[in-house]
Nanobody, 120 residues
């Protein structure tokens, strides 16, 4: 089993910044990729940004230039630095990781989600 725990959420005024963390624990050899998703009320869950273990990233169009995804492989932790935040960034943010096991199997795991609110 793999457990993903998000932290760092909260409320911020438009134009402000927050940094989310997603820490992974459990039985796995590697996590690849790790991806941030978000879901606003009444909307479908959508991908925000993802990162491979080698460092290559893929950012959604709505966050390019404002959000930066990174990871610390030694700590099995992924981060999302959110700058110049807008009210439209308000959502529950989830992290997801594809975990590779010693057996060769691969499974997808999700965190419980964390609320992020950008509002004046």
């Amino acid at each position: 089993q793999v457990h993903l725990v998000e932290s760092g959420g909260g409320s911020v005024q438009p134009g402000g910044s927050l940094r989310l963390s997603c820490a992974a624990t459990g039985n796995f050899v590697s996590l690849n990729p790790m991806i941030w998703y978000r879901q606003a009320p009444g909307s479908q869950r959508g991908q925000v940004a993802g990162i491979m273990s080698g460092g290559s990233t893929n950012d959604g169009d709505s966050v390019k230039g404002r959000f930066t995804v990174s990871r610390d492989n030694a700590r099995n932790t992924m981060y999302l630095q959110m700058d110049s935040m807008k009210p439209g960034d308000t959502a529950v943010y989830y992290c997801m990781a594809c975990a590779f096991r010693e057996s060769g199997s691969v499974a997808e795991f999700w965190g419980q989600g964390i609320q992020v609110t950008a509002s004046s």
